[in-house]
């Protein structure tokens, strides 16, 4: 039994799909339980700050896993699953501005020491990386979306026969000529 067939919605028969999947586990189960284990690993740490952190990206996973889930369900070049795509960048850069503590400058004490990152660079690339993603989508809507596709009929010399047509649908066609 696959892992498809044991998570359905037996209303709709729908499948919850690999992004949802992908994103359940990384937007929501692995920093949850990376902090949560922080938390109690590290208890001399500000727990104030680290549950702030985990209360902002705990529903922006969420939303992400939404997004993620309707995004699967339109094809490419379609103009719901490009502002799906974009909206998805822009959380990604909320959840990852939620994740690194929501400021630009993160203070800390542990024991004696106290230290300061500042996030700066990081914030930098991570805008870098989101303008590259939504380059790609928009180049991937203007691709898939100006295109219209015609069907059009086999002529007879381009019809595949009978013994050629192998089961896995693949059709082998020979002209000959």
Do not use: C
Not at 77 to 88: A, D, H, K, P, T
Not at 132 to 153: D, H, Q, S, T, W
Not at 160 to 174: A, H, L, Q, R, Y
Request: hydrophobic share 45%.
């Amino acid at each position: 039994m696959s892992l498809h067939s044991r998570i359905s919605t037996s209303t709709t028969g729908r499948r919850i799909s690999n992004k949802a999947i992908f994103a359940l586990v990384f937007y929501l189960i692995l920093p949850t339980f990376a902090i949560l284990m922080i938390i109690f690993t590290y208890p001399e740490l500000d727990r104030d700050r680290l549950f702030g952190i985990l209360s902002r990206i705990i529903p922006i996973s969420f939303v992400l896993i939404v997004i993620s889930q309707f995004q699967v369900r339109y094809e490419k070049g379609s103009r719901g699953r490009f502002v799906l795509n974009e909206l998805y960048v822009v959380t990604v850069v909320f959840w990852l501005f939620a994740l690194l503590g929501g400021q630009p400058v993160i203070h800390q004490t542990w024991e004696e020491y106290q230290f300061s990152l500042y996030i700066w660079n990081y914030l930098a690339l991570i805008f870098f990386v989101t303008g590259m993603n939504i380059l790609y989508y928009v180049l991937e809507y203007r691709a898939y979306g100006n295109k219209e596709v015609v069907v059009e009929p086999l002529s007879e010399e381009e019809k595949p026969m009978d013994d050629e047509v192998k089961p896995k649908g693949v059709i082998i066609t020979t002209v000959q000529g």
